[in-house]
């Protein structure tokens, strides 16, 4: 059922209708470079395939699963000869270009540079990450979304009527809501939808009349396989989409993209490690209890595993979703290291230094020092950052949670350490 035109081409309208750059450019047979970037299922190979019956160009496809370094210099040498002998253009498709390591795919970059092939590239892996630098800077990234419901029923609608690619020769018929059914468990890959429908068809009884119905089909898609790769795109993703809700504090989209991971076979420890980076990281002192509750349900996790694990971490999830914010704590941590990195790395001051030789006492080490369970209220005037740095503020606690008894403590002892100030602190 693959498509062999492009107006035969199912859900990508935004890339290939009529008047549409990629459309116009393959019409007129001017392609240029392209990257060709979407999840599996969404016309990247069949969109390649289009473009070879549409181009007057030499057309060659190999698949960097299947081919090497040798496979990829041949064609280059081919299609430069080519160039040289008649001046034609050779397009050269390469299925899965992100298997390719940087240094393989530097062996198209001369041949692109020079014009001698048009390089069509397939992955389902984000370009910036898996496609060379100077090659992405010399071709266009078009991206194919995932098919919806209602283009995939298309699909599947011209696969049970074409008798002569399809399965129309065996005059099936199908209740209604079965294909949308169908359409939906295969989450927007049209690949693995033609293959549910081919599979719930051979269950169907040949007695006529031959009538698909939920009943068959409800064994076959008891659960959905989501997709996911956790090393690319997709996990980042979802790692955004669940930091940014509880972040945003959202409970329910927090738990939404917690069980997308966990159901997707997401590291355990993994998801655990970004709830507790999130306590400290966007609660901090807001709630204090937010970073050893996040350590609770990473020990719980740890201790349980998947799948009595997962209310562990939707527990924690919920409440750092429901907390209240504050990202005083990172900012004041980033600061005081640009401060540490940028500034001048001036000594400890002397009065905070421990002082256990004679030596060390003759160079007047912890000379001024103040020790402040002596003073009242704990807190004396002296200063603790370097001369440089006296007076900066990195630590601002909000006024949102626990944080607002920080700022009015904090205010209190300031006010303290000014009418306190030693003659030190003051040189």
């Known amino acids: 059922m693959r498509p062999r035109t492009i ?30 970037w979407g999840p599996p ?58 298997r390719f390591n940087r240094a393989q795919q530097d062996a198209f970059l001369p041949h692109v540079e020079a014009g001698d092939i048009v390089l069509v590239g397939a992955t389902t892996e984000n370009p910036s990450f898996e496609v060379n630098a100077a090659l992405l800077s010399r071709s266009k990234v078009f991206v194919l979304a995932s098919l919806t419901p209602e283009a995939i029923a298309t699909i599947l609608e011209r696969a049970l009527t074409d008798a002569e690619r399809g399965l129309g020769a065996g005059d099936v018929q199908v209740e209604d809501g079965v294909l949308r059914a169908i359409a939906v468990h295969a989450n927007g890959d049209a690949r693995s939808a033609l293959n549910l429908l081919e599979l719930a068809v051979s269950v169907v009884p040949d007695a006529a009349p031959r009538l698909l119905t939920r009943e068959h089909l409800s064994p076959l898609v008891a659960r959905r396989t989501l997709r996911y790769d956790k090393g690319g795109e997709e996990h980042f993703n979802l790692i955004s989409a669940l930091h940014k809700s509880l972040r945003n504090s959202d409970p329910d989209a927090a738990v939404y993209w917690l069980a997308r991971m966990l159901e997707s076979g997401e590291d355990l420890m993994y998801v655990a490690r970004r709830l507790v980076r999130f306590a400290s990281e966007d609660i901090g002192n807001a709630d204090p209890q937010a970073l050893p509750l996040a350590i609770a349900a990473q020990q719980a996790a740890h201790l349980l595993g998947l799948p009595e694990a997962n209310t562990a971490l939707s527990q924690a999830a919920l409440y750092l979703a429901t907390a209240p914010k504050s990202n005083a704590v990172y900012v004041a941590y980033n600061e005081a290291a640009d401060a540490a990195r940028r500034d001048e790395a001036e000594p400890v001051p002397l009065h905070l230094r421990n002082a256990p030789t004679r030596l060390m006492k003759q160079l007047d080490y912890s000379k001024g020092y103040e020790y402040a369970h002596d003073a009242a209220d704990a807190v004396t005037g002296m200063d603790c950052l370097p001369p440089a740095l006296q007076g900066r503020q990195f630590y601002r606690p909000t006024d949102r949670g626990f944080e607002k008894e920080i700022a009015r403590r904090l205010e209190g002892w300031r006010e303290i350490k000014k009418k306190r100030r030693t003659p030190n602190a003051e040189r």
């Open 7 to 36: 107006d035969e081409i199912v859900g990508q309208e935004a890339l290939l209708a009529p008047g549409r750059p990629l459309r116009e450019a393959i019409d007129r047979d001017v392609l240029q470079s392209v990257i060709l």
């Open 41 to 98: 299922g969404t016309g990247k190979t069949t969109l390649a395939r289009a473009i070879a019956n549409a181009t007057a160009a030499r057309y060659v496809s190999f698949s960097a699963v299947l081919s090497g370094v040798k496979d990829v210099k041949q064609v280059m040498t081919d299609a430069a000869l080519a160039r040289q002998r008649d001046g034609a253009r050779t397009v050269v498709f390469v299925d899965e270009i992100h």
